[in-house]
């Protein structure tokens, strides 16, 4: 009888160990293919997105500016002394102290060629299934503002602005991932 336990154990203890093994291949398979599927995607997004678009940009220079109604501590130590002489706030004076008031950022094309806006539209279609929600938030974001704001050739919206540093922040981060120098 107790070789009989004995014998039962050890295969119980075999199907065990047979089963755990199966488990972790199971996971680690699929852990790997789908690091293969992101990657994939990732190197498409590279490659028939974000290049092309940060190409458009080499023919032109973009340049921004921030505007500051106080920039100096000077300014602000007067805002500061208005705001206590006149509504008594403590509070309200010592943030006025640190308060630079930005008024945002504008930005221009310089020289070079207009906003690439219609090449960027024209490249996306076709190529929406590597676009990433972001990316397609921002291009409708600025279709948008070019009729609401309605800017100079020149002049770029605050969409312009923010769809230009998502596609160099996107370009240089997968750059570094998939090109080899």
Request: charged residues 20%.
């Amino acid at each position: 009888m107790n070789d009989f336990w004995t014998a039962f154990g050890a295969i119980i203890g075999a199907l065990a160990c047979m089963v755990t093994v199966y488990e972790l291949g199971l996971r680690v398979g699929y852990k790997r293919a789908q690091l293969s599927i992101n990657s994939e995607r990732e190197q498409n997004r590279f490659s028939r997105l974000y290049a092309p678009m940060y190409g458009f940009f080499l023919h032109s220079h973009i340049t921004t500016a921030i505007g500051r109604c106080a920039p100096y501590l000077w300014q602000r130590m007067q805002n500061s002394w208005k705001i206590l002489v006149k509504r008594g706030g403590i509070n309200k004076a010592i943030k006025a102290l640190f308060d630079k008031q930005e008024l945002g950022t504008s930005g221009e094309v310089e020289f070079g060629s207009d906003f690439p806006l219609d090449k960027i539209n024209d490249l996306i279609r076709g190529n929406e299934q590597f676009a990433d929600a972001t990316l397609l938030h921002l291009i409708a974001s600025a279709n948008r503002a070019q009729y609401e704001e309605a800017p100079s050739a020149s002049e770029l919206t605050s969409a312009d602005l923010a769809l230009f540093d998502h596609i160099c922040e996107q370009h240089q981060k997968l750059s570094r991932k998939f090109t080899t120098a």
